[in-house]
């Protein structure tokens, strides 16, 4: 099993950044890649951001790219997600979630079904 636990959540003004982070514990040598996924009020969940292990790849949704970056710290075993430029249509709760499928496609990276163990999320809300 892979514990997850996200942090750094709350309530900021348009344009503002906030920095989101994960720490995993556990079996996290199981792990190929962690992601970042986002549920808005009365909308799917839906992806965010993916870093993978193998080569440092990464892979962002195209409504934050330029704006968010995801980053790991081995040492700390955690993933973080610092997301600048913010926009209330970024407003949702923050998932941050363990892949453990090596060589994974962009297209499986944003694939939520494909993604073995979840963090209870943290709210980001954006106010305009």
């Known amino acids: 099993q892979v514990q997850l636990v996200e942090s750094g959540g709350g309530l900021v003004q348009a344009g503002g950044s906030l920095r989101l982070s994960c720490a995993a514990s556990?079996?996290?040598?199981?792990?190929?890649?962690m992601g970042w996924f986002r549920q808005a009020p009365g909308k799917e969940r839906e992806f965010v951001a993916h870093f993978s292990w193998s080569g440092g790849m990464t892979y962002y949704a195209d409504s934050v790219k330029g704006r968010f970056t995801i980053s790991r710290d081995n040492a700390k075993n955690t993933v973080s997600l610092q997301m600048n430029s913010l926009k209330p249509e970024d407003t949702a709760v923050y998932y941050c979630a363990a892949q453990t499928r090596p060589r994974i496609t962009t297209a499986q990276a944003m694939d939520a079904a494909l993604y073995a163990y979840w963090g209870q999320g943290t709210q980001v809300t954006v106010s305009s």
């Open positions: 556990g079996r996290t040598f199981s792990t190929y890649g």
